[in-house]
């Protein structure tokens, strides 16, 4: 299993980006999708979150601001963060509950994308 991030890089505060996330592979179900991200110093914290079942979490810091979109039939997820702030700023990666099987559910992380975001 592969998760393939893209999207992220530079922009004004105040303007928007949008994340993309493809999973592939020996794929039996997808549980849940979302992103997290790091800022240098700080620990990793999940951003958006999308269950199924559940619904969407979102960090407090974000809510409002971003959206997270799946698509089940694609294995795809995307990340739209509108009205952002240079607190934004950070390497962001997408990962996903993933069963390969019918049985065993892990989790898989694909690689990190900088978003950077200026004042």
């Known amino acids: 299993v592969q998760l393939q991030a893209s999207g992220g890089g530079e922009v004004e505060a105040g303007g928007s980006l949008t994340l993309s996330c493809a999973a592939s592979?020996?794929?039996?179900?997808?549980?849940?999708m979302g992103w997290s991200r790091q800022a240098p110093g700080k620990e990793r914290e999940v951003v958006a979150r999308?269950?199924?079942?559940?619904?969407?979490y979102y960090a407090a810091s974000v809510k409002g601001r971003f959206t997270l979109s799946r698509d089940n039939a694609k294995n795809t997820a995307s990340l739209k963060m509108n009205s952002l702030k240079p607190e934004d700023t950070a390497v962001y990666f997408c990962?996903?509950?993933?069963?390969?099987?019918?049985?065993?559910?892990?989790?898989?992380w694909g690689q990190g994308t900088q978003v950077t975001v200026s004042s």
């Open positions: 592979g020996s794929i039996f179900s997808i549980n849940a």
């Open positions: 990962y996903g509950d993933i069963m390969t099987d019918g049985y065993h559910e892990n989790d898989y």
């Open positions: 999308a269950t199924i079942g559940t619904g969407t």
